[in-house]
């Protein structure tokens, strides 16, 4: 009768299609599949273009807190704890290097390590003529047991307001490297690590002169 179903028609209704044919999903769920892959997929690219942004502007606002390359700045007298007089921002020899630290910063701290790597390479002779400087707004980190405690083998003045704003120092740390006419030729504002060393050495090492051994 009508209101009978036989069993060929429960073999081959829905969940069991004839001729072995295997059920599909519909075309719909496909779509909407695939629509959500390109929406993953566009979301990762506009998080990474976004990084990539973020990091051009943080480069940028980095680069407006420290002097411009082939500017001058004024040269000015500073002293250390023990007296010694340091003419800062011109190089007595060929190039001078100042680096600008504050001794509770937490950045400086992380760049100390490259700053004794640096004042290392200086000490082996590997950049003939170039003078390495502290410059510090703390006086206890002009003390000569601070520079011991530290490693720092490199004389260490006590940054004055004068000298803070003859510089433009509005961050540390702060590197700098002028010459004899009070040039600068090389200049980075935030930590200095073994990849900006090595960009920092090359502005400072004589033309055709290699490395030597170990090297920040």
């Not at 973020?54 to 606002?61: E, H, I, V």
């Not at 920092?200 to 004589?206: F, I």
């Amino acid at each position: 009768t009508g209101a009978t179903v036989g069993l060929r028609d429960v073999v081959a209704g829905p969940m069991f299609p004839r001729h072995g044919s295997v059920s599909m999903p519909p075309r719909k769920d496909l779509f909407v599949h695939v629509a959500l892959l390109a929406a993953c997929a566009l979301v990762v690219l506009l998080a990474v273009q976004k990084r990539s942004v973020q990091d051009d502007y943080d480069k940028l606002a980095l680069a407006g807190l420290q002097p411009q390359v082939g500017t001058w700045i004024p040269a000015t007298e500073g002293r250390t704890a023990t007296g010694e007089r340091l003419m800062l921002g011109q190089a007595a020899h060929r190039l001078q290097i100042l680096y600008f630290f504050d001794p509770d910063c937490v950045v400086c701290k992380a760049t100390a390590p490259t700053v004794r790597e640096l004042a290392a390479v200086l000490a082996r002779g590997e950049a003939p003529g170039v003078d390495l400087y502290g410059v510090t707004a703390s006086v206890d980190a002009t003390q000569p047991a601070y520079a011991r405690a530290q490693g720092f083998d490199f004389p260490i003045a006590y940054s004055t307001s004068k000298i803070r704003a003859l510089f433009s120092v509005s961050i540390v740390p702060l590197t700098i490297v002028v010459d004899g006419d009070s040039r600068v030729v090389y200049a980075h504002a935030g930590k200095l690590d073994r990849t900006e060393a090595a960009t920092l050495l090359s502005a400072v090492r004589l033309p055709g002169r290699k490395a030597a051994g170990h090297t920040p």
